[in-house]
């Protein structure tokens, strides 16, 4: 299932690595997050060598919803309550200013991604849940983020209420992340496809990085996969979950013009935009998001097709496609150090859903720690951080259902297949049939091959 973006994506395609090479930054992961770094630092005369297990941009960037804004949902109130005011004008200024360092290097670079700027809105269709957005509101004002409550959008819908975020942006992720690449290879960077990263190796305050058919040494190691590859020391996989969100794409066959892009604030969660292709837009819904692994109840894809058509009954669906995303505990992405006893290795994962502006977030800071600038908001991200503890129903639910997983298979003593991360047994997922791991989500091909990690072992081998 590819994503439009995918789909509609620039055919250029990179080598495969076969050959030794050294680096002064080898960058595992070639989507929104590691092609930003590559990018900053080739711009700096950094050596820099991008690995990508499979085609630029063909996970979660590749099917993400291109939203460029500092709007989160409702999570100013959450994160003024979890780490204090500053704090969360902090998130707030960090994410303004990684949408507008995207809107530059887009217009320095003229990269043509369908950049507009466009105004965010988290409605309700809940009569209870009209307050939670008046309390954001109220705490946005507090914190001098400029926010307003309308009671009307655009979409064909009523509802309760919405909380807008005026001069936010959207674009087509792919062809940014393919237009940012042009400048990588001008400025002396390699960038590898179909070149999965087998092992990572500390050799003489070097990195070896190896493939099938060949090996990277690099003197800093930039851990951009989504999920971390890397199981040990960072222990990210008792620290985040992944969930899976369904997209459909369609043709409402109306000229559909919106003010904005759309979330909801209760669940099911809907998210809506207008797709540009040619004269036309498209309207893109995403949603339904399960913690992969899980069990899925009815069809999803069909009710997002379902609320499509109440909105617009003569619409036709053109595209669909799944995105998986790192769910940290605390809602804050871990970006930075990926351990405190591994020097020179930096790690982005954890986006919550909002992977654009964190991953520029995290292409600055993991830049300034290799160049050994400051940056001001790398302690808010900080990988390392114990206060994600306070959120301790969810650290429970994890541990229960990783120990669960392990258990099940010992006592079975065959239940197949196992994941070949954690050895979590798999459940099948009859929608896209694939197997999943509930533990820490990582996805396989009906026939055992890695669609997602963080396993990086097919099932057979
Ligand atoms: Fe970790 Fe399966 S993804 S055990």
């Excluded at 309760?160 to 674009?171: L, P, S």
């Excluded at 809506?272 to 009815?298: C, H, M, P, Q, W």
Aim: one cysteine or more; aromatic letters at 10%.
């Amino acid at each position: 299932m590819n994503s439009y973006w995918n789909e509609n994506k620039d055919t250029r395609e990179y080598p495969k690595l076969k050959q030794n090479i050294s680096a002064d930054v080898a960058i595992i992961g070639g989507g929104l997050t590691g092609i930003q770094t590559a990018y900053y630092l080739a711009n700096r005369g950094l050596k820099v060598v991008v690995l990508e297990k499979d085609k630029l941009c063909s996970g979660t960037s590749g099917g993400s919803t291109g939203k460029i804004t500092s709007q989160h949902g409702l999570i100013y109130k959450y994160l003024k309550d979890l780490n204090g005011k500053e704090y969360a004008k902090k998130y707030y200024n960090a994410n303004e200013e990684a949408k507008e360092n995207i809107i530059k290097i887009i217009n320095k670079e003229k990269i043509d991604c369908d950049l507009e700027m466009k105004n965010a809105y988290v409605f309700t269709e809940v009569e209870k849940e009209v307050q939670n957005i008046k309390q954001e509101i109220e705490y946005t004002k507090k914190l001098n983020i400029p926010s307003e409550f309308v009671n009307k959008i655009d979409l064909p819908i009523d509802i309760y209420g919405a909380i807008k975020f005026e001069n936010q942006a959207q674009f087509d992720p792919v062809k940014y992340v393919y237009g940012l690449t042009k400048s990588i290879i001008k400025n002396g960077g390699e960038i590898y496809e179909n070149s999965k990263v087998l092992e990572t190796v500390e050799d003489d305050g070097r990195y070896n990085i190896t493939t099938k058919e060949g090996m990277v040494r690099a003197t800093h190691l930039v851990i951009a996969t989504r999920y971390p590859i890397i199981r040990f020391p960072g222990y990210y996989f008792i620290k985040m979950y992944q969930s899976t969100s369904y997209a459909v794409l369609v043709d409402t066959n109306t000229d559909l013009e919106f003010d904005g892009y759309y979330i909801n604030s209760e669940t099911p969660v809907l998210s809506f935009r207008t797709v540009k292709s040619g004269d036309k837009n498209l309207l893109l819904a995403v949603g339904y998001d399960y913690k992969t692994g899980s069990e899925i109840v009815g069809n999803p894809f069909e009710y997002l097709k379902a609320r499509i058509k109440k909105m617009y009954p003569e619409a036709k669906v053109l595209n669909t496609w799944t995105a998986e995303d790192c769910i940290s505990l605390d809602k804050i992405p871990y970006i930075g150090d990926f351990s405190d006893i591994m020097d020179n290795c930096y790690v982005a994962t954890g986006f919550n859903k909002w992977g654009i502006t964190s991953s520029n977030i995290a292409a600055k800071i993991i830049t300034d720690k290799i160049l050994g600038n400051e940056n001001e908001y790398e302690e808010i991200f900080e990988s390392s951080r114990l206060g994600i503890i306070k959120n301790k129903d969810e650290v429970m639910n994890m541990l229960k259902e990783a120990g669960e997983g392990i258990v099940l298979q010992r006592i079975k003593g065959k239940p197949t297949p196992t994941c070949t991360h954690l050895g979590c047994k798999l459940s099948w997922n009859p929608l896209e049939e694939i197997w999943e791991c509930s533990c820490h989500g990582s996805k396989f091909t009906k026939r055992g091959f890695v669609l997602e990690g963080p396993a990086v072992k097919d099932l057979e081998e």
